[in-house]
């Protein structure tokens, strides 16, 4: 039980790096950040926009609670990776632009994977409707 939250917390934690880091670039949008954006072919005001929605998701996976809006943050980041390789791919920038984005999709895929019970939507959404609807009658 120990290595799962061991390895639930390393990966929670590199996701949050390696998603959170870019996200204050992007909502700094400096010129290297506008560079890319160009590249890809999305509008300036794109970098700060996708910045501020990169941040309230690692602030969602690491907040205590919330299972449902870590199920939406989790599935938002696993968004802006695939559409980030496929953008990367549509540039012409090859599997240095494309691979990147899949490997940690692959780590986020394990944070979720190994998130603890209490950070588990259907597990808290289970245990509230476990009892008999009123009124049903008890098996004997």
Request: aromatic share 8%; charged share 10%; hydrophobic share 50%.
């Amino acid at each position: 039980m120990k290595g799962k939250v061991i390895g639930y917390w390393v990966t929670t934690v590199l996701i949050s790096l390696g998603i959170g880091g870019p996200g204050v670039l992007d909502i700094m949008n400096g010129p290297d950040v506008q560079e890319i954006i160009k590249h890809l072919g999305y509008p300036s005001y794109f970098a700060p926009m996708i910045g501020v929605w990169k941040m309230i998701g690692v602030a969602a996976i690491l907040a205590p609670g919330l299972p449902r809006v870590k199920e939406w943050a989790y599935a938002g980041i696993a968004f802006d990776l695939i559409s980030a390789s496929v953008s990367h791919g549509m540039s012409g920038d090859g599997a240095q632009g494309i691979v990147p984005p899949f490997l940690f999709l692959a780590v986020l895929t394990a944070s979720w994977a190994l998130r603890p019970q209490g950070r588990v939507l259907g597990q808290i959404m289970s245990g509230q409707s476990s009892a008999p609807a009123p009124g049903a009658a008890a098996a004997t």
